[in-house]
């Protein structure tokens, strides 16, 4: 990826001013857009294609929503979700399932544990399953799709299968752009590579449409951050502290977040962790205005005082 720039730094002792040193630096691509769409602030080069994995729910939702997927919000949200594996979670996707007289078996999605940490506890030692993959109500809302059109089931991942050309067609008119890079993401969807700035505008065409499978997605995942997200994950936290607000990860290292009245941020640390989100979300959205977030998650565990991520832009 070229030109990349810091957007956060881990510092050792950071208290000291003599001691202080940065120890390691996440590079990435970052874009704010203001509540107009207009540029606020770049880092990094926000024209190199990515892959939004899973940030980019929201458009794929959307675009079953226009297809005619007409379910409750909570489970709508559950669509845009990368889930924990909650018992709520498993059992809004099998709701999703039984509404349209499918279950389990229907999915494709990848076999994988809980996403979330205590929930993978939880789980213990049963083997991965694809209900608690965090894709899975993503599957579940396409195999709906699929019942609503006529469309089959069996070979819904197929990338000329109607649904995945119609959600193609939704990012690429959202981001207005074409797919750089076709390919499939982990849960075995189809997955378009689209630029940082095409992921920016694409969020934006969600929260600042007044159509109504737009109002529909903002609508769902700002009453219902649990199910988008789960417990004390940072998508949740946020949506559940800030009103109005949607957010969602990605796999790699991509994060998306926005509101209506102040704006959208999309960026990726190309390292692909997600150790710096915390920090980067929270000054990104600073920018946009947007100070009365929930309080910072310890990243470090253990008794490190003089150590801390702080952003870099």
């Known amino acids: 990826m070229s030109n990349p720039e810091a957007l956060a730094e881990v510092i050792r002792n950071e208290n000291s001013e003599q001691n202080q040193m940065v120890e390691s630096i996440h590079l990435g691509h970052l874009i704010i857009l203001d509540s107009s769409g207009g540029q606020l602030l770049t880092r990094g080069d926000v024209s190199t294609p990515i892959f939004p994995r899973s940030s980019i729910k929201p458009i794929q939702a959307r675009a079953m929503v226009k297809l005619g997927l007409d379910i409750d919000p909570d489970l709508l949200a559950l669509v845009c979700a990368s889930h924990s594996g909650a018992i709520e979670h498993l059992a809004g996707v099998r709701r999703v399932?039984?509404?349209?007289?499918?279950?389990?078996s229907a999915l494709k999605c990848s076999p994988d544990l809980p996403l979330g940490e205590i929930e993978r506890k939880l789980w213990g030692e049963k083997p991965p399953s694809r209900i608690t993959m965090n894709c899975s109500c993503k599957h579940a809302?396409?195999?709906?799709?699929?019942?609503?059109?006529?469309?089959?089931?069996?070979?819904?991942?197929?990338?000329?299968?109607?649904?995945?050309?119609?959600?193609?067609?939704?990012?690429?008119?959202?981001?207005?752009?074409?797919?750089?890079?076709?390919?499939f993401d982990g849960c075995g969807a189809p997955l378009f590579a689209i630029t940082i700035s095409g992921l920016a505008k694409a969020i934006a065409s969600v929260l600042f449409s007044t159509d109504s499978p737009s109002d529909s997605i903002v609508r769902a995942m700002t009453t219902h951050p649990m199910m988008v997200a789960g417990g004390q994950r940072l998508s949740t936290r946020w949506m559940k502290a800030k009103p109005g607000l949607i957010m969602k990860e990605g796999a790699e290292g991509v994060h998306v977040a926005g509101h209506r009245e102040h704006g959208?941020?999309?960026f990726k640390v190309i390292d692909g962790s997600l150790r710096a989100h915390e920090v980067i979300i929270r000054r990104a959205l600073a920018h946009l205005g947007i100070t009365d977030g929930p309080a910072p998650a310890t990243v470090f565990g253990g008794p490190a005082p003089t150590v801390a991520i702080r952003p870099a832009f």
């Open 141 to 183: 809302g396409m195999l709906a799709t699929c019942v609503i059109n006529g469309w089959p089931t069996e070979n819904y991942l197929a990338m000329d299968h109607p649904l995945q050309v119609a959600i193609k067609k939704e990012i690429e008119s959202s981001a207005g752009e074409q797919s750089a890079n076709d390919s």
């Open 264 to 266: 959208v941020v999309a």
């Open 97 to 104: 399932l039984a509404q349209f007289g499918l279950d389990e």
